[in-house]
């Protein structure tokens, strides 16, 4: 008996459902069993200091820090690109760079990671190894020492429901060459940016949004470093406010 397409989708999903919760299964227990070696770690851990923007105010060198007090979402981003003819090759989350030894070539790869809890806090790390798995390990760790929180709102002049659902302002991010304009978009409006900044923004907690980008935009290292500035620069509005 052939499987709808329903019947196989719904299977997939739960497959998804069952690994994300042995994932946090093995999160929490990597938690119980995590020995602080920093003075912020060990507060942290025997809960003298539970508030996140208090936290984020050091210099955190233990990702165990923002495990214990924020539940994270993870996401790669595809910054390489499978072999192809004419550079038609497919994006891929590994970027694979060789060197030429004595011994032959010693290939490395590398990942971009991006975590956030969709709820304003969000942050971004780069990973190099001589495997992927490993690259991918160093970028998440390197992103959740790297959090910050940014600032949300209702900017859109034709849109007066007051909720957190997209940037208070127009912002904008540079990179290299790439530069990105965020602007606020009304409820029901959805990302209107390109797939890799919209993994960031979805992790940052941002619904709706209108953008544009300028510069060489198929260079997805800059672009995404560009798209996590424009965020950064939400401060800017808590800033004047306290002021």
Not at 46 to 57: A, G, M, N, Q
Request: hydrophobic letters at 35%; one cysteine or more.
């Amino acid at each position: 008996m052939v499987k709808s397409k329903q019947e196989s989708k719904r299977e997939r999903e739960e497959k998804m459902k069952a690994r994300a919760e042995r994932i946090r299964e093995q999160e929490i227990a990597k938690l119980e069993g995590w020995q602080p070696k920093t003075q912020l770690g060990l507060k942290v851990k025997t809960k003298k200091l539970t508030d996140v923007d208090e936290i984020l105010k050091y210099k955190i060198l233990e990702p165990e820090v923002i495990d214990t007090v924020l539940k994270l979402n993870s996401d790669v981003l595809n910054i390489g690109q499978a072999k192809g003819k004419f550079g038609g090759g497919k994006r891929r989350a590994w970027r694979q760079t060789q060197k030429k030894t004595s011994e032959g070539n010693v290939p490395t790869f590398s990942c971009m990671a991006v975590v956030g809890d969709k709820k304003g806090y969000v942050g971004m790390g780069y990973g190099r190894a001589k495997e992927t798995l490993p690259a991918r390990e160093k970028a998440l760790r390197k992103a959740k020492l790297s959090v910050i929180k940014i600032t949300r709102g209702c900017g859109s002049f034709d849109c007066t429901c007051g909720e957190p659902h997209t940037v208070p302002f127009i912002v904008e991010g540079k990179s290299g060459s790439c530069k990105v304009k965020l602007m606020p978009a009304p409820q029901g409006t959805g990302l209107v940016i390109g797939d890799e900044c919209k993994k960031i923004l979805k992790m940052a907690g941002i619904k709706d949004v209108y953008s544009v980008t300028n510069g060489k935009i198929r260079t997805t290292f800059n672009l995404a470093k560009a798209c996590l500035i424009a965020l950064e620069n939400t401060n800017k509005y808590s800033m004047n406010n306290a002021e």
